[in-house]
């Protein structure tokens, strides 16, 4: 336990913003007010750094959503257990292996298995079985879903995962606890070490991230900064991304409740590229079209593309198995309302597709990169 309190980032979050490391004081310089210039040359700073440490490089994945069945009332999010109108579906295995070919014919090899928390339905091997269905046709397979043990991380990683996704959403605890009022994402702490334990777990990428709108930008940062730092600290044998994904518009009408503009993302990416460059950088399909070509050459080294946040979104997938979901019933849905999709997780701004997306990356000097990884590399 002792070893186990050492390594924790519990007391460098909770002892924040008052004692700072070193790398944490020049990466909250960055964040301080600036003027246009000063942020056009950290943008400029930005850009040289990416290419010295990715060329002109830019990664493409996709989401793939599995389930919005969820047990978890987060105030913030379409999938939220309260959302009784809504929508859902759990796709059967072959279902996830026909959405994922689909992405496949439009180019991707990297895809994002999605899925909210929710024991009955995504449990009992589900995750493990769609992760197998998948590996022989997809290089790099990531898992966004509900925190694990280390030794359920450990049996995603055998099943063919290589990457884990979980972002701590807000790490302003009053906040936290006041956007999470039912379910096991109330526990704070126990989200907050599942970077930690999906490395124990054998994850070879692991991405972590804040969502912005939720509290003070400069502090989630800052917060998040620091988490990427005791990361970089202890668990060095993994790769890293950030992201800063801003609120959008989701079942429940909730809005934000702290401003992120447009300026203060350039200065954060900005911030985080020139603080610790070889990180990477995703900017999903939230942000508009004109942001995204406008950021991509600043820092961005992952992207998303012609994204959808519904389960069956690609090919209508689950049509035939949609109902409601009311204080863990299930309620079926008139006969008629068969074929309406399930609810998505939040809206997209960018709606290009792949393709549309790769020929803007190309007409601003970017390759856009499907595959960067192959198990076989690994193979003895």
């Not at 124990?200 to 969502?211: D, T």
Request: net charge neutral; proline share 6%; hydrophobic share 40%.
């Amino acid at each position: 336990m002792g070893d186990l309190m050492q390594t924790s980032f519990i007391p460098v979050l909770d002892a924040l913003p008052k004692r700072k490391s070193p790398l944490l004081e020049r990466f909250a310089a960055l964040l301080e007010p600036k003027g246009p210039d000063q942020i056009e040359a950290m943008a400029r700073e930005s850009r040289k750094i990416t290419r010295q440490k990715f060329g002109r490089t830019m990664r493409l994945f996709a989401p793939l959503y599995v389930s919005n069945e969820c047990v978890n009332n987060c105030s913030y999010c379409g999938f939220s257990r309260d959302n009784n109108a809504i929508l859902r579906v759990t796709l059967k295995v072959d279902q996830v292996v026909r959405e994922a070919c689909h992405l496949l014919d439009q180019g991707f090899r990297n895809i994002l298995l999605v899925a909210g928390e929710h024991p009955r339905f995504v449990s009992d091997g589900y995750l493990e079985d769609c992760i197998r269905a998948l590996r022989e046709l997809v290089p790099t397979i990531g898992i966004e879903v509900g925190p694990m043990q280390g030794a359920e991380y450990q049996r995603m990683v055998q099943a063919g995962a290589e990457g884990l996704v979980v972002y701590q959403e807000t790490y302003d605890r009053i906040v936290y606890e006041q956007m999470h009022t039912a379910g096991p994402k109330k526990d704070f702490d126990w989200r907050l070490a599942c970077p930690e334990r999906g490395y124990e777990g054998g994850f070879r990428r692991i991405g972590i991230g804040a969502l912005f709108g939720l509290s003070d930008w400069r502090l989630e940062a800052l917060r998040l900064a620091a988490h990427l730092e005791h990361l970089y600290k202890h668990c060095w044998k993994s790769t890293f991304t950030v992201a800063f994904p801003r609120l959008r518009p989701a079942a429940g009408g909730f809005r934000p409740m702290a401003d992120f503009p447009d300026w203060a993302l350039v200065q954060t990416i900005c911030a985080f590229r020139i603080t610790f460059p070889e990180v990477g950088i995703v900017l999903s399909t939230r942000e508009p079209a004109p942001l995204r070509d406008a950021l991509a050459p600043l820092g961005i080294t992952l992207m998303s593309a012609g994204s959808h946040t519904e389960p069956g979104g690609y090919t209508g997938a689950g049509t035939d198995d949609l109902h409601l979901t009311v204080r863990g019933r299930r309620i079926e849905v008139p006969a008629q309302e068969s074929k309406t999709r399930a609810e998505g997780q939040f809206g997209i701004a960018d709606e290009r597709s792949a393709q549309e997306v790769a020929e803007m990356l190309r007409a601003s000097s970017l390759d856009p990169v499907w595959k960067d990884w192959d198990p076989s590399i690994l193979a003895s």
